[in-house]
Each structure stands twice: as structure tokens, then as C-alpha cells.
């Protein structure tokens, strides 16, 4: 309880941290100091664009944000000079000699609000966009086990999950303690062999009376949607792997598969291969030098991660750092901030 409780109060303070830097980011960005930071542009990380519903237990906040900060998003960037280029396109506009800066947007897993809400928004403004297809949500053979385990822990107030040492009983009656479960079995998954811990919770909610590939149906576009979406010439698909698990945690044959067949199952639907993929997690841990050039390899010219940054000339095409728009941080200032460059220049070792 204790633990839990202290680890609520430092994420509490990380983000009151977060704002306070990126505030002052934004306060230097405007009287033009360090002006350089911002190199040549920035791509944009994007999860669910929905309306803002209520949700008691809500760990999953920070992959959302609303349609309305979306479109202020893109008019305070249209307003500091940036145009706005397709994710494919990017090895060009970096080549050119044209100095503006420009943004990509991009979208993880393929959720169906991309359709529905985000959409709309890009086609109001003429903003190309890239949108990452997870194949196993596209099929339904996969579940995204972050919405099973907040779903998980909104409904029951105790379960019991195998640690890889038998059940035990796991409380998540207060919501200290569903953010300690919710951390716990967060960190076993990626921890451990991802495909079994996500097919012991698979297990787990399924006892308890929820349907992880349901959520997968609820909350992703299958074939279908993801036709609908790209008769919008604004819209591109990127591949996103088959499973959705960490590759640099996985054996040079499998991280090939996950890649080579999420390339296949794009094609399929868009009649071409796909030149763009999004790392899962795509954070340092996660994905590797061997995974760039996996990438390279298979013929994407362009393999963006989550590791946070600007663009520059010099920068890897297949490590490309992407600008995470986070729920918890909706503020045009924030957006201008992280734009700048600045707080990345001064996060710098």
C-alpha cells in the first residue's frame, strides 16, 4: 500500500515536472532563444482521437487525446510556418533545401476512432496521414493487452493471475491499488515471454467474464474500416508487426516474420508494399540495431520509434524519433514547446 501510494505521488509530480519544463520550454521558444533546436521538423505519435469520456480508472490517458486538440494542434502549426508532408515522403523533404520546417503525423495499432474522429479533423485542414496497422488486431487474432488489463481492473475488485510461479490473488477493490496491479502485471509482460504473460491475462479476464478479442473488435478497424480510411487520399497504412510484442526481445528469425508479414498484410489491403513501420513500444528497450536494419533490409525507407526528438539532415531513417501528443499534456503550449525542440536539447546528456 505504501509503495503504491508513493509511486502515485511521484507520477503526480513527474507531471506537474513535465508541465513546469515544458512551460518554460515554451517561454524560450517564443523570444527566439535556441532557435536551432528545432532542427528541420517533427513527426507526431498519435494513439486513440476521441471525445474525452469519464473513466474512474483510466491508466491508459496518456494514449488518448480529443479531436479538438488535434485540429488546435495543427492550426497553432500551420501558424508557426510548418507544412505538413506524408511520413512516406520524409527522405525527400529532409534532402531538400527548402529550410521551413514540416511535420508528419502518424497513428498507432489502427483504432477504429482514427476513422471516426481523427479523420475528419486531417480532411478539414488537407494534413496527410500515416496510420500503423497492427495485423493481428486487423484479423482479430491478437488483443491489446493494455485495454484488457484496464478493462480487468475497472470491473474486478479481486482476481488471481500466474506470475509464472502459480495463481495468486491480485486486490483492485481502491484504485492505489489497481495502479499497483495495473504496474505489476505491465511489468511481467515485458518482463518475460510477452506472447505467454499477455496469454495468461488473455486467461485471467476471460474468467472473469471479459473478452479480450472483443475489445480488439471494438476498438480497432478491421479490413474493412481500414479501406474506408485510405479511400481518403490523405491517408496512408504502415506496418506496426503481427503482434504487436517488443522485437528486440525477440530471436532474429521471429523479429524477421513479425515485420516481413505485417508488410504482407498491408499490401494486401492498400495493393502495395508499405515503405513505413512503427517499432511497437518504440522506446530504447525495445527495439535494436539489429531491428533497423531488419527494417532497411525489408525495404522500408522510412522506420520511426517513440524515442523523443526533432528532425535533422543527419538523422537515422530507421530510427526516426517521433513527438508523443499525450493525453495528460493537451495544451497548444506544450505542443509548441515540444515542437521547438527545446526540451529535448536540454534533456541532453
Given at each position: 500500500?505504501?509503495?503504491?501510494?508513493?509511486?502515485?505521488?511521484?507520477?503526480?509530480?513527474?507531471?506537474?515536472?513535465?508541465?513546469?519544463?515544458?512551460?518554460?520550454?515554451?517561454?524560450?521558444?517564443?523570444?527566439?532563444?535556441?532557435?536551432?533546436?528545432?532542427?528541420?521538423?517533427?513527426?507526431?505519435?498519435?494513439?486513440?482521437?476521441?471525445?474525452?469520456?469519464?473513466?474512474?480508472?483510466?491508466?491508459?490517458?496518456?494514449?488518448?487525446?480529443?479531436?479538438?486538440?488535434?485540429?488546435?494542434?495543427?492550426?497553432?502549426?500551420?501558424?508557426?510556418?510548418?507544412?505538413?508532408?506524408?511520413?512516406?515522403?520524409?527522405?525527400?523533404?529532409?534532402?531538400?533545401?527548402?529550410?521551413?520546417?514540416?511535420?508528419?503525423?502518424?497513428?498507432?495499432?489502427?483504432?477504429?476512432?482514427?476513422?471516426?474522429?481523427?479523420?475528419?479533423?486531417?480532411?478539414?485542414?488537407?494534413?496527410?496521414?500515416?496510420?500503423?496497422?497492427?495485423?493481428?488486431?486487423?484479423?482479430?487474432?491478437?488483443?491489446?493487452?493494455?485495454?484488457?488489463?484496464?478493462?480487468?481492473?475497472?470491473?474486478?475488485?479481486?482476481?488471481?493471475?500466474?506470475?509464472?510461479?502459480?495463481?495468486?490473488?491480485?486486490?483492485?477493490?481502491?484504485?492505489?491499488?489497481?495502479?499497483?496491479?495495473?504496474?505489476?502485471?505491465?511489468?511481467?509482460?515485458?518482463?518475460?515471454?510477452?506472447?505467454?504473460?499477455?496469454?495468461?491475462?488473455?486467461?485471467?479476464?476471460?474468467?472473469?467474464?471479459?473478452?479480450?478479442?472483443?475489445?480488439?473488435?471494438?476498438?480497432?478497424?478491421?479490413?474493412?474500416?481500414?479501406?474506408?480510411?485510405?479511400?481518403?487520399?490523405l491517408a496512408r497504412l504502415g506496418a506496426h508487426t503481427i503482434s504487436h510484442r517488443a522485437l528486440a526481445r525477440l530471436d532474429d528469425d521471429e523479429a524477421r516474420r513479425e515485420i516481413a508479414s505485417s508488410a504482407a498484410r498491408?499490401?494486401?489491403?492498400?495493393?502495395?508494399?508499405?515503405?513505413?513501420?512503427?517499432?511497437?513500444?518504440?522506446?530504447?528497450?525495445?527495439?535494436?540495431?539489429?531491428?533497423?536494419?531488419?527494417?532497411?533490409?525489408?525495404?522500408?525507407?522510412?522506420?520511426?520509434?517513440?524515442?523523443?526528438?526533432?528532425?535533422?539532415?543527419?538523422?537515422?531513417?530507421?530510427?526516426?524519433?517521433?513527438?508523443?501528443?499525450?493525453?495528460?499534456?493537451?495544451?497548444?503550449?506544450?505542443?509548441?514547446?515540444?515542437?521547438?525542440?527545446?526540451?529535448?536539447?536540454?534533456?541532453?546528456?
Amino acid at each position: 500500500m505504501k509503495h503504491s501510494l508513493a509511486k502515485m505521488v511521484r507520477n503526480h509530480l513527474r507531471r506537474a515536472a513535465i508541465a513546469g519544463g515544458l512551460e518554460a520550454a515554451h517561454l524560450l521558444a517564443r523570444v527566439g532563444l535556441m532557435g536551432k533546436a528545432r532542427g528541420r521538423g517533427a513527426v507526431f505519435t498519435l494513439h486513440h482521437v476521441r471525445p474525452k469520456g469519464h473513466r474512474d480508472f483510466d491508466p491508459n490517458a496518456h494514449l488518448e487525446i480529443t479531436p479538438a486538440f488535434l485540429e488546435k494542434t495543427i492550426l497553432m502549426l500551420k501558424r508557426d510556418g510548418y507544412r505538413f508532408v506524408a511520413l512516406e515522403e520524409l527522405p525527400e523533404w529532409l534532402a531538400s533545401v527548402d529550410d521551413r520546417p514540416f511535420a508528419c503525423f502518424t497513428l498507432d495499432d489502427g483504432y477504429r476512432n482514427n476513422l471516426e474522429w481523427a479523420l475528419p479533423v486531417f480532411e478539414k485542414h488537407g494534413v496527410p496521414f500515416t496510420v500503423f496497422v497492427t495485423a493481428g488486431y486487423v484479423d482479430r487474432t491478437h488483443t491489446l493487452w493494455w485495454e484488457t488489463l484496464a478493462d480487468l481492473l475497472s470491473a474486478c475488485r479481486e482476481f488471481r493471475f500466474d506470475f509464472g510461479d502459480g495463481a495468486v490473488s491480485v486486490s483492485s477493490g481502491t484504485y492505489r491499488q489497481k495502479q499497483a496491479a495495473f504496474d505489476r502485471i505491465a511489468a511481467y509482460i515485458h518482463g518475460v515471454d510477452e506472447a505467454s504473460a499477455v496469454a495468461a491475462l488473455n486467461r485471467t479476464a476471460n474468467a472473469c467474464g471479459i473478452d479480450p478479442f472483443a475489445i480488439t473488435g471494438r476498438l480497432t478497424l478491421d479490413e474493412s474500416g481500414l479501406r474506408d480510411l485510405i479511400s481518403s487520399p490523405l491517408a496512408r497504412l504502415g506496418a506496426h508487426t503481427i503482434s504487436h510484442r517488443a522485437l528486440a526481445r525477440l530471436d532474429d528469425d521471429e523479429a524477421r516474420r513479425e515485420i516481413a508479414s505485417s508488410a504482407a498484410r498491408v499490401a494486401a489491403i492498400t495493393g502495395r508494399p508499405p515503405s513505413t513501420i512503427a517499432y511497437p513500444y518504440g522506446y530504447r528497450s525495445t527495439v535494436s540495431a539489429r531491428d533497423h536494419r531488419l527494417a532497411a533490409d525489408l525495404g522500408f525507407t522510412v522506420a520511426v520509434t517513440t524515442e523523443p526528438g526533432t528532425l535533422s539532415s543527419g538523422v537515422n531513417l530507421h530510427a526516426v524519433p517521433r513527438i508523443s501528443l499525450n493525453g495528460h499534456f493537451q495544451s497548444e503550449r506544450h505542443v509548441s514547446a515540444l515542437a521547438s525542440g527545446i526540451p529535448f536539447r536540454l534533456a541532453a546528456p
